[in-house]
């Protein structure tokens, strides 16, 4: 069998990957050598890759070592005012090209055909801060109707706003489920 040559990369992907899609972790634990023993690493990739993550804003560090990190209805609110802050220095794709796609879509490629890569790169990471909280966002708010190309800039801000707006009643969705899960 040959040896692994980059544990870190595929651990701090996989992690990223989780904590990305998966629910809010809300202050949970993430025990180094537990997540090294299911991720078949040592614990050394493990924490170089949570301290990375840590510096992303996707987990917090404590002083028992990793945990999720905790928000509560202004600090959400404010990652979904930073995104619709973010969003206004990308370049506008052209919006004939987005009518068809979904938001998330829409938001995916403006990132990749954004001029301004480093104001791109902010926008993921917040992107990344928030998508933890997409299951509740559906459950708390009606879909939306994709508006005419003229006005594309003004809904993805909009989109923004409208969940700032509702942020503690998405981040009790989150808490709910993630209580329910635990019983």
């Known amino acids: 069998m040959a040896r692994d040559r980059d544990p870190f990369d595929r651990t701090l992907e996989t992690l990223r990957?989780?904590?990305?899609?998966?629910?809010p972790l809300q202050g949970?634990?993430?025990?180094?050598?537990a997540l090294a023993a299911e991720l078949g690493?040592?614990?050394?990739?493990?924490?170089?890759?949570?301290s990375r993550l840590a510096g992303e804003g996707l987990v917090a560090r404590t002083t028992a070592g990793y945990a999720g990190v905790i928000h509560d209805a202004r600090s959400l609110a404010e990652l979904y005012?930073?995104?619709?802050?973010?969003?206004?220095?990308?370049?506008?794709a052209s919006p004939t090209a987005l009518a068809s796609v979904s938001v998330s879509e829409a938001l995916d490629r403006?990132?990749?055909?954004a001029g301004d890569q480093t104001w791109?790169?902010?926008?993921?990471?917040?992107r990344a801060q928030i998508s933890p909280f997409a299951a509740s966002e559906r459950k708390c708010l009606?879909?939306?109707?994709?508006?005419?190309?003229?006005?594309?800039?003004?809904h993805l801000r909009r989109y923004y706003a409208r969940r700032a707006h509702r942020s503690g009643d998405i981040l009790g969705a989150a808490i709910a489920e993630q209580i329910g899960s635990r019983i």
């Open 17 to 23: 990957r989780r904590l990305v899609e998966g629910a």
């Open 28 to 33: 949970v634990a993430l025990p180094v050598k």
């Open 41 to 50: 690493v040592s614990p050394t990739p493990v924490r170089e890759a949570l």
């Open 81 to 92: 005012h930073l995104a619709g802050v973010l969003l206004g220095g990308l370049t506008m």
């Open 110 to 113: 403006l990132t990749v055909e």
């Open 120 to 126: 791109a790169a902010a926008f993921r990471r917040v």
């Open 142 to 154: 009606s879909p939306e109707a994709w508006p005419p190309k003229s006005r594309l800039t003004a």
